[in-house]
């Protein structure tokens, strides 16, 4: 017993009631009383409260070591004393109220007869100790053998259990202020799920009052499709996860949907059980929005990107290729992980690099912002792209550039087109003078020749000057020649179109052919079968083909093989665009192919200007393939000429298909001639009128009268005068 602590809350009356007893040695007749005093001071210093004996007129009579202790004294002779000795020690009063007047001090209302139980008073003592919180229990215990009262008062101090109540109390409300006053809605749920305490942003947040809402369950206010998902995480939290989050829906009161990120936890007491739920819930509506815009614009980008015909290349700043779309690949010739392991060197000719990287650095490094220009990339086949570019940089948050964008057009066909055109242009300007300067000189080579067959009719044989004037007429049949030639490239001479077969003016010209090529070059033929017609003048057709054997033979100095062949093509208006001087249909192909040295790219596109030739001075005019190009746009066809060196050359010829030839049509026989006399045009006619009035007739018999209605200069053949160039 004397081990066992008595509690604050113990009676003092009772505890007093045995202090009377043992004071007059009642129940202890038979101990000594020296034993029961001692017995009982063990055990009223055992007390861990304090414990204070006053008698009826307020003398302290005792105080156990933990009243002393809460008062700051050391032995019981210090307190010995009257209690209004005490005021100016301490000073009572209720917590955070005015000092208690000595009268309402809890001994003295205990002294009054008032029992007092858990009296909490804040105790300061003057010497500038600590403040305490006690609270104060006692009541006055009459004497049973009738002598005076005793007064017994216990202190228990509360002080440590008051800051902890109040520090609980400031957490309360500091949890109550983040809890209420938070912008992020928040709630605490019961186990089933049911609101317990929202905030005011989590009410807002869905539309609902606190009252609406804590009448609910979460399971009210979340999407149907997404209930599973949520009632899941609370599963694995209950299962010990520390926490979980996710992103889910909710529906407002107005029935709209609202997206949220909800983090939730679950709250256990000090055993571990599971106490209730507490969720944070943050809405993201606006950024789910902003993502679905960002990915429809990113899916129309996407689009964009692969749909443009205008090819489109995303650039890092160093000219690292990172993207290209299925347009730029088709310009170029790469797939797009090969592009992407490449960079824009690598698409350039090695002339153009220096200044066009310079021009990527400049938009890379943010002094230039963006331009445009016309460039030419490398192609896989290492043909040139020409291009319209347009360059600018996308820019970081920061303001530096992050990829530099290349919008790319091909421009290639355009400058072929123009190429073409200027081409044309030029070739139209050179036959007009051509074509000028061959009429006039047929004039006057008409006047020549003519008078010097007239001469040779009136001289007799064995005259000394006959050979002078056949000299004289040889060089103006030569003349005739070339001023042919200038007329059939200028496309001014009259030609007398017919339907012909390609396969019989070659198999017809096979023998000249193969006298024409000589020993050291073999010359064979492919002529496809029931061959389509086509409509030409015979003899341009035969210029055509003598030019292009000719200029084959030329190329093998040290023979080679020679091959004509003959087929039937079909152009598609889908295939048209890449031949825009023809109109889509049936054609006939005559191809001119040798194993001769080639040409290079610049004499390729140089071939048909006129005066342009490769041999040695002396041994051409530059005129023989003009004529081919003339003629052959003459008749309404095309020439095209494919050429590398070392290997060979082939023209491909393309005349308009007719169908058969009609029964009935003129025959067309092949001629052997070589240049003809000059013939009279309109234009030429001038010139002729100037001669005198006479008729050709066989050579030696002149005739001096001119019949009537005949034009001057008339002649027997009604094609112009035009040469084969053997």
Known sequence: MCDQRVRAGARPSGFAVHLRRVAGDEGLAEAPASRALAQLRAVVASVADGLVVADAAGTLLDWNPAALRLHGYASVEEVRRHLSTFPDTFILSVPGGPPLPYSEWPLCRVLRGERLVEYELQVRRTDGAEDLVVAYSGARIPDPAGGPDLAVLTLHDVTAHRRTEARLRASEALFRGAFEDTAVPMALLALDNRFVRVNAAFARLFGYSRDELLGMSMPEVTHPDDVVKSLAGREALLAGAAHFAQEKRYVHRDGRVVWCVACVSLVRDAEGRPQMYVGQVLDVTDRKRAEGELRASAERFRAFFEATTAGVVEIAPDARILRANAAFCRMIGYGPDELAEMTVADVLFPEDRDHVLAQYAGVGAGATPSYETDRRYRRRDGSPLWARVSVGAARDEGGRPAVVSAVVID?????????????????????????????????????????????????????????????????????????????????????????????????????????????????????????????????????????????????????????????????????????????????????????????????????????????????????GLAVVHGAVKQSGGRVDVYSELGVGTTFKVLLPAVGAAPTGAPGWRHSRRGARRPSCSSRTRPACGRSPGWRWRPRGTPSWRRPAGEAPCGSPRRTPARSTCW
């Open 411 to 623: 421009l290639t066909e355009r400058k072929r087109l123009e190429e073409r055109f200027q081409q044309a242009q030029k070739m139209e300007a050179i036959g007009r003078l051509a074509g000028g300067i061959a009429h006039d000189f047929n004039n006057l080579l008409t006047v020549i020749v003519g008078y010097g067959e007239i001469l040779l009719a009136r001289l007799p044989p064995g005259d000394d000057t006959r050979d002078v004037v056949q000299q004289m007429t040889a060089a103006g049949e030569r003349a005739a020649g070339l001023t042919a030639q200038l007329l059939a490239f200028s496309r001014h001479a009259v030609v007398e179109p017919r339907v012909l077969d390609l396969n019989e003016v070659v198999a017809q010209s096979a023998r000249l052919l193969r006298r024409l090529v000589g020993e050291d070059v073999v010359l064979g033929t492919a002529l496809a079968p029931d061959l389509s017609r086509v409509r030409a003048d015979p003899t341009q057709v035969e210029q055509i083909l003598m030019n292009l054997v000719v200029n084959a033979k030329d190329a093998m100095p040290r023979g080679g093989r020679l091959t004509i062949e003959t087929r039937e093509l079909r152009l598609r208006a889908e295939d048209a665009a890449a031949f825009p001087d023809l109109a889509p249909g049936g054609y006939v192909q005559l191809a001119v192919s040798d194993t001769g040295t080639g040409m290079t790219e610049g004499t390729r596109a140089r071939v048909f200007e006129p005066f342009f030739t490769t041999k040695e001075v002396g041994k051409g005019t530059g005129l």
